[in-house]
């Protein structure tokens, strides 16, 4: 230990019992796009015992620009996000365990994912999901920080369920689809990513090794190309009336046990459809009963399925990608004429 932390250790607010608490922690990072693999990075390369990555996506070539974890073979091989770093991570350091987890996080799996960690950190591109989030951190008491990053601009914070205001206190309400700029519809550059990622990580350790003391207690927002550098004081801003943290009403943890969920993903031309329950996909099978109809390419975690102007990507929990419209009954349409009710 001594020889691969040694300059860590020589950093006196951590030292040597700092890095053996690194060494004991479990963290869970939800989004291993661009934030996450920063995050990774930094909490692998740290000696973090135990990093749960968990991702619904799968590599592509606009990823390269600012997603570090990836290289081109990754994206050649369509493989899923939490995979391919994964294989970087363990080359990086093998005696940090890393679970990798292909999945979207959701109310049927959130506690699941999420309530056996000592901190969860967020590096994921839409709300809804940070409000799954900050629900599972604050029924079970579980620090978290919040991190977003579009264009030059950045933003986070880190939430102590108790003691800080959590999101809701400070977001009632989120925003509508569409309403908020995103990497696909504003662009990013990726020096944000690292200055936000690099402040997340850098929260997390001082959460990991007890130094609360330390935390930033402020909503920090960046926007580097002009430089400007807003802190807004946010230690006071927990609510009594807020649902989550004040009346302890955990929504967002509530299954939609309708018939499934389908949701346009902003700016991409695409809309992921989740299936209502728990579900197991033979892809060989699927590939089989489909390659007639259209162009098949296929590996062990995902299928991709062309037909006409559209590709179904799938996934073996039954999820499906439906790429080349924004429109949700049209892509509920090919679902059901593809896949099946």
Request: net charge negative.
């Amino acid at each position: 230990m001594d020889t691969r932390y040694s300059r860590q250790i020589l950093f006196h607010p951590i030292g040597r019992s700092g890095q053996e608490k690194l060494g004991q922690s479990r963290v869970a990072i939800v989004g291993m796009g661009a934030l996450g693999t920063v995050l990774s990075n930094h909490m692998v390369r740290a000696g973090v015992g135990f990093v749960r990555i968990i991702d619904r996506d799968f590599v592509e070539p606009s990823n390269l620009q600012r997603q570090m974890l990836y290289d081109e073979s990754d994206a050649a091989e369509h493989l899923p996000k939490a995979i391919a770093a994964h294989a970087k991570l363990t080359k990086i350091n093998s005696a940090v365990t890393i679970e990798p987890i292909v999945a979207d996080l959701t109310a049927y799996n959130a506690e699941e994912l999420l309530a056996d960690v000592d901190l969860v950190l967020d590096a994921t591109d839409n709300f809804q999901v940070r409000y799954l989030v900050n629900d599972v951190c604050v029924k079970h008491g579980i620090p978290w920080v919040y991190g977003g990053a579009v264009s030059a601009t950045g933003t986070f914070t880190a939430i102590r369920p108790g003691i800080t205001p959590c999101l809701r206190c400070l977001f009632p309400e989120a925003p509508n689809p569409g309403e908020m700029p995103t990497c696909d519809t504003a662009g990013v550059i990726g020096p944000i990513i690292h200055i936000v990622a690099s402040y997340q990580a850098t929260e997390a350790f001082k959460l990991l090794v007890g130094a609360t003391n330390e935390l930033n207690l402020n909503l920090e927002h960046f926007e580097i190309w002009h430089n400007r550098h807003q802190q807004i004081k946010v230690v006071n801003a927990r609510r009594d009336d807020c649902p989550t943290c004040g009346q302890k009403q955990f929504s967002f943890l509530q299954p939609d046990t309708q018939d499934g969920q389908a949701v346009s993903l902003c700016g991409r031309d695409t809309v992921q459809i989740s299936p209502a329950a728990a579900m197991t996909l033979d892809l060989n099978a699927l590939a089989d009963r489909l390659s007639p109809l259209g162009q098949i390419e296929q590996n062990k975690f995902l299928l991709r399925f062309r037909v006409d102007t559209y590709t179904l990507v799938i996934f073996p929990d039954g999820r499906v990608l439906v790429q080349g419209t924004d429109d949700v009954s049209l892509a509920r349409s090919l679902h059901a004429k593809y896949i099946g009710a």
